[in-house]
């Protein structure tokens, strides 16, 4: 049981270049997220999906996209990479809502660089 | 919208003392989850302990509690007999308890446990 891991683990991108960040999950979880964490900050939401073929927007969607055609990926694309976008991303999953509070899963991050 | 504060940037606390991890919060959402998550230097995002807006008792884990305070808008973390292991990023979170689980996150402090 892998849990959430998200390939790669470090990338290096010049300005205009694209990309692809994948994040598999092997919990059945319904709920998957991308966030994004700059130097001494807290993690931001970029996008989210609540299952299968849906997505939606999150905090700071700006030149990011993603697709969820299988419960178990979701990817984040990113069409033309800028030097803005240097950041730690993290992918995390969720189980549906229950009574209680469902924990959040993260991955190990990956680290891009975009010169 | 919700929002989170962390008005500690660093923390020097000697081993085997309590520390304690100052959260304020604000939202408009009636129910809401509030969480504390570690993140060592080697970058993970590890979940320590969720308070629900609704729980009439503070939550705890092992060494870790959490002092909710409604009225004040404050969700302060506790460590209780310090370890040198504990020393790294603390993020206080929260989110709305119904659908997607959208974490906001605070900035966070650094905790540094000398010996």
């Known amino acids: 049981n892998a849990g959430v891991t998200q390939t790669p683990k470090f990338r290096v991108l010049k300005t205009g270049q694209s990309m692809t960040l994948l994040c598999a999950q092997d919990m059945n979880h319904e709920y998957m997220y991308w966030y994004r964490q700059d130097p001494g900050m807290g993690l931001r939401l970029i996008h989210y999906s609540v299952g299968e073929g849906t997505t939606a927007k999150g905090e700071v969607p700006d030149g990011y996209n993603v697709s969820r055609l299988k419960k178990q990926n979701f990817l984040l694309g990113l069409e033309s990479a800028a030097p803005s976008q240097t950041s730690v991303y993290f992918c995390?999953?969720?189980?549906?809502?229950?009574?209680?509070?469902?924990?959040?899963?993260f991955g190990p991050g990956t680290r891009l660089t975009v010169l | 919208a919700q929002k989170i504060t962390q008005t500690q940037p660093g923390m020097f606390v000697q081993e085997k003392e309590a520390v304690t991890l100052d959260c304020t919060y604000d939202?408009?959402?009636?129910?809401?989850?509030l969480f504390w998550y570690k993140q060592p230097s080697s970058g993970e995002m590890i979940f320590l302990i969720y308070?629900?807006?609704?729980?009439?008792q503070n939550a705890t884990e092992g060494r870790y509690s959490l002092n909710f305070q409604k009225a004040r808008k404050s969700a302060n973390l506790v460590i209780s007999a310090s370890q040198l292991g504990d020393s790294a990023m603390y993020f206080c979170a929260m989110s709305a308890v119904q659908g997607a689980q959208k974490l906001v996150f605070g900035q966070g402090t650094r905790l540094t446990i000398n010996p």
């Open positions: 995390a999953s969720s189980s549906m809502p229950g009574p209680d509070y469902n924990e959040q899963f």
């Open positions: 939202t408009s959402d009636p129910s809401y989850g």
């Open positions: 308070q629900g807006s609704y729980d009439q």
